[in-house]
């Protein structure tokens, strides 16, 4: 997001050379630049001991495709904290390991997304109020499932570090 108008007194920006940052918003009453900010999710590939995914339906996202795990990372939580949290409240399981797999940039919504593989024993869901369904899915199935692959697209991008990593 770009900043029109100072967050704290409400005065209309200019734009101030900000070193090699360029032109950047910045309010003359308060002397401060104002950076453009974005939101930070984090998207989960939860794979069991079979080697089954775990996808959701959620169609406020999408009635066509499934998705993984994903949320918005709060105020004062690191994108680790947000990943287990996540798991627990949209599917009911906890994790067993996590680990990092890489950003994704994705532009349509101006996120920035911290995709994960997650590992967990198959058990039995309990989902969250904003999860129509959820499955197992083998893992050769899951490009069936998935939204298809380009730019931005942290699901793939996160699919694509596991089958390397396997």
């Known amino acids: 997001m770009r900043y029109q108008y100072c967050p704290q007194c409400g005065r209309k920006l200019i734009e101030k ?11 003359e009453a308060c002397d401060k630049l104002w950076f453009d900010s974005f ?3 984090i998207i989960i590939m939860i794979v069991n001991e079979l080697e089954e995914v775990v996808m959701l ?5 999408s009635d066509e495709y499934m998705n993984f795990v994903s949320g918005y990372i709060t105020v004062g939580e690191t994108a680790e ?3 287990w949290r996540e798991v627990r409240e949209e599917t009911g399981l906890e994790l067993d390991t996590l680990e990092y797999a890489g950003t994704w940039w994705f532009r349509p919504e101006e996120l920035l997304m911290h995709g994960f593989i997650g590992r967990v024993q198959k058990q039995d869901f309990v989902l969250s109020p904003e999860v129509d369904a959820a499955a197992w899915i083998p893992l050769g199935k899951l490009p069936d499932y998935m939204y298809p692959d380009m730019p931005g697209n942290a699901q793939y991008g996160t699919y694509k570090v596991f089958l390397q990593r396997k």
């Open 17 to 27: 050379q900000a070193g090699d940052d360029g032109l950047v918003p910045y309010c």
């Open 57 to 61: 339906r959620q169609r406020y996202m």
């Open 81 to 83: 904290e947000a990943a």
């Open 39 to 41: 939101g930070s999710c």
